[in-house]
C-alpha cells in the first residue's frame, strides 16, 4: 500500500493535464481504474465518458447515445437505495447488477461540495472489482472533477443570485410595467414569454439543506415543463414556470405538483408537503397576480380542507376565488341568510339535525343516495328530512339560483366559525 502522502501527489501527477479537458479526464481515470468510466453532471446528463471494449451493458450505450441516462434506470437506482447513498455519502458506493433494466455492475461515487450535488462518476466494472486502491482513486478523482465543475458554476452561482433578487421584485409589484421587466430580465439572461404560471410548494417545516439538494435533483431532472426563475422562502419553495405544452396547462401544472411531490415523499418519507398554482399569463406583468393566487389557493385549503382536498389550481376553485370578499360584504351589510336561520332554530328546539342535512346534500348536488349513504341514513331518511327542510324554509331546491346561494351561504357560515 502506497503512503497516503505519496499517493496523492502520484494521483496529482496522473491527472496533472486534464484540467481543461473533461474527455481526457474520463479517459485518464478509466485507464487508471481499468475500466470504462462515464462522468455525470446533476441532471445526469453526460459530461465526458471514456473508450470502452465490446463488453458493455446496453444501459451504457443508451446513455452515451442520448447523452443523459435513461430515465427508468434513475428510477431502478432510487428504488435500490443506490441514490440515496450517493446523496448521503462521499465514499464510492457499490452498484450490483440491476438485470431487469439492463444494468451491469458498478461503482459510482458523487461529486459535491459540501452538500451541493455537483454530478456522479460511475465505473462499469462488468464482472471485475475495484480494490482498495483503486477505490480511493475513483475517490480522489471526484475531487478533481468537482474542481473542474466548480469552475463553471462560479457564474452560475452568481447568475442566480441576480435571478432571485429579480424574481423577488416581480413577485412583490415592485416591477409592475412590461418594457421595464423585459429590459431587467435580459440584462439577467432571463426570457420572459409563453404562458407562464407560478406555483408555491409548501412544507410542514422550513426548508433544511437536506430537503434544498433534493428539490434541486428534482427540478433539474424534469419534462414538460421549465423552471424560469426559482427562490425558497424559509418553509416555501416558489416556482415561476413557463409550459411547454399548448393544450391543457392547468392540468399539466396540477400533474407536475402531484409528480414532484410524490417523487419528493420517495426520496424524503418523512417530508410533509403541498403544493398549489396561480393562473397562467402571457404578460410578465401579472406573475405578481399568479404568485398571490397560489397562495391563496393555499389559505382556502386550510379554511376548507375537505371541499377542497383535491384542488391545487386557482383556476379550479371555482366559487371559492371569491368567497373573502362575499364575506366582507355580507359582514358589511349584516346579512343573514333567513333560511340557514330559521334551521337552526329548528335544530335548536327539537334536538334535530336539518341544517347539516342540508349541507350535505347541496354537498353531493342533490343527490340522494350518495347523501344519505355519506351520513349513514336510509334514502327515505333523508328524503323526508329535506320534505321538512321545505316545509320550514320555502325554499325551492329546484331552483338553482337558490341553491348556489345557499350553498355559498353555508360556506361563509363555515369561514365565520374559523375566524371566531
Same mark, same amino acid.
Given at each position: 500500500?502506497?503512503?497516503?502522502?505519496?499517493?496523492?501527489?502520484?494521483i496529482?501527477?496522473?491527472? &496533472?493535464?486534464?484540467?481543461?479537458?473533461?474527455?481526457?479526464?474520463?479517459?485518464r481515470?478509466g485507464?487508471?481504474?481499468? %475500466?470504462?468510466?462515464?462522468?455525470?453532471?446533476? &441532471?445526469h446528463?453526460?459530461?465526458?465518458?471514456?473508450?470502452?471494449?465490446?463488453?458493455i451493458?446496453?444501459?451504457?450505450?443508451?446513455?452515451i447515445?442520448?447523452?443523459?441516462?435513461?430515465d427508468?434506470?434513475? +428510477?431502478?437506482?432510487?428504488?435500490?437505495?443506490?441514490? !440515496?447513498?450517493?446523496?448521503?455519502?462521499?465514499?464510492?458506493?457499490?452498484?450490483?447488477?440491476?438485470?431487469?433494466?439492463?444494468?451491469?455492475?458498478?461503482?459510482?461515487?458523487?461529486?459535491r *461540495?459540501?452538500?451541493?450535488?455537483l454530478?456522479?462518476i460511475?465505473?462499469?466494472?462488468?464482472?471485475?472489482?475495484l480494490?482498495?486502491?483503486k477505490?480511493?482513486?475513483l475517490?480522489?478523482?471526484?475531487?478533481?472533477?468537482?474542481?473542474?465543475?466548480?469552475?463553471?458554476?462560479?457564474? *452560475?452561482? $452568481?447568475?442566480?443570485e441576480?435571478?432571485?433578487?429579480?424574481?423577488?421584485?416581480?413577485?412583490?409589484?415592485?416591477?409592475?410595467? *412590461?418594457?421595464?421587466i423585459?429590459? =431587467?430580465a435580459?440584462?439577467?439572461?432571463?426570457?420572459?414569454?409563453?404562458?407562464?404560471?407560478? !406555483?408555491?410548494?409548501?412544507?410542514?417545516l422550513?426548508?433544511?439543506? !437536506?430537503?434544498?439538494k433534493?428539490? +434541486?435533483?428534482?427540478l433539474?431532472?424534469?419534462?414538460?415543463?421549465?423552471?424560469?426563475?426559482?427562490?425558497?422562502d424559509?418553509?416555501?419553495?416558489?416556482?415561476l414556470?413557463r409550459?411547454?405544452?399548448?393544450?391543457?396547462s392547468?392540468?399539466?401544472?396540477?400533474?407536475?405538483?402531484?409528480?414532484?411531490?410524490?417523487k419528493?415523499?420517495?426520496r424524503?418519507?418523512?417530508?410533509?408537503?403541498?403544493?398549489?398554482?396561480?393562473?397562467i399569463?402571457?404578460?410578465?406583468?401579472?406573475? &405578481?397576480?399568479s404568485?398571490?393566487?397560489?397562495?391563496?389557493?393555499?389559505?382556502?385549503?386550510?379554511?376548507?380542507?375537505?371541499?377542497?382536498?383535491?384542488?391545487?389550481?386557482?383556476?379550479?376553485?371555482?366559487?371559492?376565488?371569491?368567497?373573502?370578499?362575499?364575506?366582507k360584504?355580507q359582514t358589511?351589510?349584516?346579512?343573514?341568510?333567513?333560511?340557514?336561520? &330559521?334551521?337552526?332554530?329548528?335544530d =335548536?328546539?327539537?334536538?334535530?339535525?336539518?341544517?347539516e342535512?342540508? *349541507?350535505?346534500?347541496?354537498?353531493?348536488?342533490?343527490?340522494?343516495?350518495?347523501?344519505?349513504?355519506?351520513?349513514?341514513?336510509? !334514502?327515505?331518511?333523508?328524503?323526508?328530512?329535506?320534505?321538512?327542510?321545505?316545509?320550514?324554509?320555502?325554499?325551492?331546491?329546484?331552483?338553482?339560483?337558490?341553491?348556489? %346561494?345557499?350553498?355559498?351561504?353555508?360556506?361563509l357560515?363555515?369561514? $365565520?366559525?374559523?375566524?371566531?
Amino acid at each position: 500500500m502506497i503512503h497516503s502522502q505519496l499517493r496523492n501527489e502520484v494521483i496529482s501527477e496522473m491527472f &496533472k493535464d486534464t484540467f481543461d479537458s473533461p474527455d481526457l479526464l474520463a479517459e485518464r481515470i478509466g485507464e487508471a481504474l481499468e %475500466c470504462p468510466i462515464t462522468i455525470e453532471d446533476s &441532471k445526469h446528463g453526460i459530461i465526458s465518458y471514456s473508450k470502452h471494449k465490446q463488453d458493455i451493458d446496453e444501459v451504457r450505450i443508451a446513455t452515451i447515445m442520448s447523452r443523459k441516462v435513461p430515465d427508468n434506470i434513475i +428510477n431502478s437506482l432510487w428504488k435500490s437505495g443506490v441514490m !440515496t447513498e450517493l446523496f448521503e455519502s462521499d465514499e464510492p458506493v457499490i452498484v450490483p447488477a440491476i438485470k431487469e433494466v439492463g444494468l451491469g455492475n458498478r461503482v459510482a461515487v458523487s461529486i459535491r *461540495k459540501n452538500n451541493k450535488i455537483l454530478g456522479f462518476i460511475w465505473a462499469h466494472t462488468s464482472d471485475s472489482f475495484l480494490d482498495e486502491e483503486k477505490l480511493y482513486i475513483l475517490k480522489k478523482s471526484a475531487q478533481i472533477v468537482k474542481n473542474q465543475l466548480l469552475q463553471k458554476r462560479i457564474k *452560475k452561482v $452568481k447568475e442566480e443570485e441576480n435571478h432571485q433578487e429579480f424574481f423577488w421584485r416581480l413577485l412583490t409589484g415592485q416591477l409592475n410595467e *412590461k418594457e421595464v421587466i423585459v429590459e =431587467q430580465a435580459k440584462e439577467y439572461g432571463i426570457e420572459l414569454y409563453g404562458r407562464q404560471a407560478i !406555483t408555491v410548494l409548501e412544507f410542514d417545516l422550513e426548508i433544511s439543506e !437536506t430537503v434544498e439538494k433534493h428539490i +434541486n435533483y428534482l427540478l433539474e431532472t424534469l419534462h414538460r415543463i421549465h423552471v424560469v426563475c426559482r427562490l425558497i422562502d424559509q418553509n416555501q419553495l416558489i416556482l415561476l414556470i413557463r409550459l411547454n405544452d399548448n393544450n391543457d396547462s392547468t392540468m399539466i401544472l396540477n400533474q407536475f405538483l402531484k409528480h414532484f411531490i410524490q417523487k419528493l415523499r420517495l426520496r424524503l418519507p418523512t417530508a410533509n408537503v403541498r403544493g398549489s398554482s396561480g393562473a397562467i399569463y402571457m404578460n410578465p406583468e401579472y406573475i &405578481k397576480d399568479s404568485y398571490h393566487q397560489a397562495l391563496k389557493v393555499l389559505t382556502l385549503k386550510d379554511k376548507f380542507p375537505k371541499e377542497l382536498q383535491l384542488i391545487s389550481s386557482y383556476q379550479e376553485l371555482g366559487i371559492y376565488q371569491f368567497i373573502d370578499e362575499l364575506q366582507k360584504k355580507q359582514t358589511r351589510e349584516n346579512y343573514q341568510n333567513r333560511s340557514i336561520e &330559521k334551521l337552526k332554530h329548528y335544530d =335548536q328546539q327539537n334536538n334535530t339535525e336539518l341544517l347539516e342535512t342540508l *349541507k350535505v346534500y347541496l354537498e353531493f348536488d342533490s343527490n340522494v343516495r350518495e347523501a344519505a349513504s355519506s351520513i349513514h341514513v336510509h !334514502t327515505n331518511t333523508l328524503n323526508y328530512r329535506i320534505k321538512r327542510i321545505i316545509d320550514i324554509t320555502g325554499i325551492d331546491l329546484k331552483d338553482t339560483n337558490q341553491k348556489v %346561494c345557499l350553498y355559498l351561504d353555508l360556506q361563509l357560515e363555515k369561514l $365565520k366559525k374559523k375566524s371566531l
